[in-house]
T-cell receptor
Framework: KQEVTQIPAALSVPEGENLVLNCSFT??????LQWFRQDPGKGLTSLLL?????REQTSGRLNASLDKSSGRSTLYIAASQPGDSATYLC???????????FGKGITLSVRP | GAGVSQSPRYKVAKRGQDVALRCDPI?????LFWYQQALGQGPEFLTY????????KSGLPSDRFFAERPEGSVSTLKIQRTQQEDSAVYLC???????????????FGEGSRLTVL
C-alpha cells in the first residue's frame, strides 16, 4: 500500500527566505507526483505536476523535483512571501485512472 | 460553471440524521472523485466515477455512505445515520481525463464541512 509522508507538519520562516518542502513515498512505481496548495477553508489547487519521466518542473518561484528511485520529491520556494502561507500537500496516483494518495501536508507560515 | 461547485458549504447534523452533499463538476468532465479530509490530515479517497459508472468505491468507510452520479454530471454523497466520526470536510474533484492517474488534471471544489453533534 502506497504511503506518502511529509515532514515536518508545520514550518515558519521569515519573508524572503528560500525553503524546501519534502515529500517521500514508499512505492516508486508511480506515473507522476503532484504538489497542491490548500488555503484555510478552501479546496486544493494544483501547483506542479511532475511526470515519472521528468526530474523537475518549474512555475514562477516554485520548483519541484522528483527522484523516483529514492521515493522522494521536494518543492522549492524561492524568496518566500507572506502570501505563500498555506498548507502544501503532495500526492501520487494509485494506477492509471485511479485515486490519489496524499500526504498530510506541511503548513507553511511566512512571517512579514 | 467556472469551477467545481459544492453545496452546502457547511452542514451541522445531529447524530443519527441523514445528510446529502452535492457536487457540480466542471461541465464536460468525465471523471469525478470524492475525498474525505479530517482536520489536520490529507484527503482520503472515498469513491470514483467515470461518467455515471461508479468504478471504485473502495474508500467508502461503511455501508452508511452512498454516492451516485446518475446522469454523469452532478454527484451526490449521502451519509445515513451520521456519527461523530463522520465530521470532516468532504471534497469533490473532477477531471476531463479518463486516465487521471496518468494525466493528473484534477480540479477540486472548496468542500462541504460536515459537523456531527
Amino acid at each position: 500500500k502506497q504511503e506518502v509522508t511529509q515532514i515536518p507538519a508545520a514550518l515558519s520562516v521569515p519573508e524572503g527566505e528560500n525553503l524546501v518542502l519534502n515529500c517521500s513515498f514508499t512505492d516508486s512505481a508511480i506515473y507522476n507526483l503532484q504538489w497542491f496548495r490548500q488555503d484555510p477553508g478552501k479546496g486544493l489547487t494544483s501547483l506542479l505536476l511532475i511526470q515519472s519521466s521528468q526530474r523537475e518542473q518549474t512555475s514562477g518561484r516554485l520548483n519541484a523535483s522528483l527522484d523516483k528511485s529514492s521515493g522522494r520529491s521536494t518543492l522549492y520556494i524561492a524568496a518566500s512571501q507572506p502570501g505563500d502561507s498555506a498548507t502544501y500537500l503532495c500526492a501520487v496516483p494509485n494506477g492509471a485512472n485511479s485515486k490519489l494518495t496524499f500526504g498530510k501536508g506541511i503548513t507553511l507560515s511566512v512571517r512579514p | 460553471g467556472a469551477g467545481v461547485s459544492q453545496s452546502p458549504r457547511y452542514k451541522v447534523a445531529k447524530r443519527g440524521q441523514d445528510v446529502a452533499l452535492r457536487c457540480d463538476p466542471i461541465s464536460g468532465h468525465v471523471s469525478l472523485f470524492w475525498y474525505q479530509q479530517a482536520l489536520g490530515q490529507g484527503p482520503e479517497f472515498l469513491t470514483y466515477f467515470q461518467n455515471e459508472a461508479q468504478l471504485d468505491k473502495s474508500g467508502l468507510p461503511s455501508d452508511r455512505f452512498f454516492a451516485e452520479r446518475p446522469e454523469g454530471s452532478v454527484s451526490t454523497l449521502k451519509i445515513q445515520r451520521t456519527q461523530q466520526e463522520d465530521s470532516a470536510v468532504y471534497l469533490c474533484a473532477s477531471s476531463p481525463a479518463r486516465m487521471v492517474g496518468v494525466y493528473g488534471e484534477l480540479f477540486f471544489g472548496e468542500g462541504s464541512r460536515l459537523t456531527v453533534l
